[in-house]
């Protein structure tokens, strides 16, 4: 039995477009079926987190809750149902949906504030009940890699999905990148490992730049987007601004492709120029997509980006520009917000 005396400490979002509370929640007295405790070691914050405090999808539901989709950390507890992992096993933490049982979502108790949302899987806190089909077992990471290790929760598997499953980009296709955030970033990280030279990352942060001068990328501020004069294999959006997703339409080549990965708000309109365009086969047959996670499925494919990760630290390690201490995780999402960093690291 857990002890529901003890409590840990959690960022818990109890109201849009305001900063997480950093708050003490209650263990559970039990796990239910299908349900990990996982002591979180690691974290980072991902776009997602952002639009979710902004409220891109609309009037969150579930508030108060707990936020984070990609972490890592070590199995404590688990209920008898669950034969995936066992006690003291590595985990990445990850949103897509894995191999095991589907837990109910979890909550939690807090003195002060009554219950606590959560969903199958919650990384920004000290301990997590996540579904055991939100954690899958590592064997090459440690806490030497702890502030990487969280990349395999989303950034990394995301990227590479879209790449070798949802684009299928070949070595010679050039590549339009828009927007310089984690996702957007860390595919030019793995184009990159992938010997791609030719991929232009556009952003409207020109206060960004130094950092994409680490990962050594050719960079344009979006302000001089017409300065653009060639057409593009593949073009990926990662964010979620209708304008900068129609602009991007007109940069994608004859019989190119055009990915959706960032979402627009709720209620946003979309327009595309000339759409004969999607059906003007053979002359011309632009194919959008919209992205599905990268078709990641992390029971098949986590154990190759766990090795593709350790291979290449010092390429990835260019990714995260900051780390912050759980309390000081406003900081951290401050930073995201203002465009004043890439990924940003979250340890316990």
Not at 72 to 101: E, P
Not at 141 to 163: D, E, H, Q, R, V
Not at 237 to 265: A, H, L, S, W, Y
Not at 281 to 290: A, G, M, R, S
Request: hydrophobic share 35%.
């Amino acid at each position: 039995m857990l002890n529901s005396q003890k409590t840990f400490k959690a960022a818990v979002l109890f109201a849009q477009n305001k900063p997480l509370k950093v708050i003490d929640l209650h263990f559970p007295n039990k796990l239910d079926k299908g349900q990990v405790l996982v002591k979180v070691i690691s974290a980072s914050i991902c776009g997602a987190q952002l639009g979710e405090i902004k409220g891109v999808k609309g009037p969150d539901k579930w508030l108060p809750h707990c936020m984070g989709h990609e972490g890592y950390g070590i199995v404590v507890a688990k209920n008898s149902s669950s034969k995936k992992v066992k006690v003291n096993d590595k985990v990445i933490l990850h949103w897509r949906k894995g191999s095991g049982l589907n837990a109910k979502p979890a909550n939690y108790l807090s003195k002060k504030y009554g219950q606590i949302n959560a969903g199958q899987v919650t990384t920004f806190q000290e301990y997590a009940v996540v579904s055991e089909n939100r954690v899958t077992k590592v064997k090459l990471i440690n806490n030497k890699n702890k502030f990487l290790a969280p990349l395999l929760g989303c950034a990394i598997p995301t990227s590479w999905g879209i790449i070798n499953k949802e684009l299928k980009i070949k070595k010679n296709d050039n590549v339009l990148i828009l927007g310089a955030g984690g996702i957007g970033t860390t595919i030019f990280t793995l184009l990159k490992i992938n010997k791609n030279n030719k991929c232009l990352l556009v952003d409207k942060y020109s206060r960004k730049s130094k950092f994409i001068n680490r990962i050594k990328a050719k960079y344009l501020d979006i302000k001089n987007l017409k300065k653009i004069n060639e057409k593009f294999d593949h073009v990926i959006d990662t964010t979620g601004n209708t304008d900068v997703m129609r602009r991007g339409f007109n940069f994608v080549k004859k019989n190119g492709k055009i990915i959706f990965v960032g979402q627009p708000k709720k209620g946003g309109k979309l327009i595309i120029n000339d759409p004969l365009r999607l059906f003007n086969h053979p002359n011309d047959h632009v194919k959008i997509i919209t992205s599905d996670g990268g078709l990641f499925n992390p029971k098949k494919d986590m154990k190759y980006i766990e090795k593709l990760l350790i291979k290449n630290k010092s390429e990835f390690s260019r990714l995260l520009s900051h780390k912050f201490s759980l309390v000081d995780i406003n900081k951290g999402l401050k930073f995201a917000f203002k465009g004043k960093s890439l990924r940003v690291g979250i340890t316990n």
